[in-house]
């Protein structure tokens, strides 16, 4: 069955650092995976998806993430965190199949520090 | 163009109570899916529907149903209300019934059981 963990559930950097969210992912056949943002009393917006195109993966916002077969991963990073990147950051692996269920991780709520 | 739209944003009901919550998808897609966010965890996947048919369904009991229109909207309902269905609700429109393609979500419907 396919899965995602994020590890950590708070991160908080300072604006101008390196952002790097952590997901590693479970899943029986070729994954595709998203990740998404949520800001405050609001829904969720895909920030980027890998279909099994190219490995490093560019979103909106300045976003980007890898995917590492090799290590079961797709960190989600940005070179630069701004303070309007503070939100919270979902991990998600598609299920497969004829549904486009997705089945996410717990989040990562990302604090940027003036 | 309208996103999706989700009504009520929010409500409160007691235990033993029903509710029901409505989706407009995107204009043009007839996908529709549910998803209940449990405050600090990840949504999980209740139902997708697609061309009015039900296409998937998570591991959620029988209190919970669903239905889609002939104009693709949607309705949840949730049965014999438990404290534990607390959560926002969201729903998710997509032009395509598999996993490629990207979920819209609308800002959901905050419910409240006391």
């Known amino acids: 069955a396919q899965s995602v963990t994020q590890l950590g559930s708070h991160v908080s950097v300072s604006e101008g650092a390196l952002v790097l969210l952590r997901c590693n992912y479970s899943s029986s056949v070729p994954p595709y995976l998203f990740w998404y943002v949520q800001y405050p009393n609001q829904g969720l917006q895909l920030l980027l998806k890998?279909?099994?195109?190219?490995?490093l993966v560019k979103g909106i916002n300045g976003f980007e993430a890898e995917f590492k077969k090799s290590e079961t991963s797709f960190h989600l990073t940005k070179p630069s965190a701004h303070m309007s990147d503070a939100a919270e950051y979902f991990c998600?692996?598609?299920?497969?199949?004829?549904?486009?269920?997705?089945?996410f991780g717990t989040g990562t709520l990302l604090a940027v520090q003036p | 163009d309208a996103g999706v739209t989700q009504s009520p944003t929010h409500l409160i009901k007691t235990r033993g109570q029903q509710v029901t919550l409505r989706c407009s998808p995107i204009?043009?897609?007839?996908?529709v899916s549910w998803y209940q966010q449990v405050l600090g965890q990840g949504p999980q996947f209740i139902f997708q529907?697609?061309?009015?048919?039900?296409?998937g369904r998570g591991n959620f009991p029988d209190r919970f149903s669903a239905r889609q229109f002939p104009n693709y909207s949607s309705e949840l309902n949730v049965n014999a209300l438990l404290l534990g269905d607390s959560a926002l609700y969201l729903c998710a429109s997509s032009f395509q019934r598999g996993n490629t393609g990207e979920l819209f979500f609308g800002e959901g419907s905050r419910l409240t059981v006391l």
């Open positions: 890998y279909t099994s195109a190219a490995t």
């Open positions: 529907y697609y061309e009015k048919e039900e296409r």
């Open positions: 204009s043009g897609h007839k996908s």
């Open positions: 998600a692996v598609s299920e497969g199949g004829a549904t486009n269920k997705l089945i």
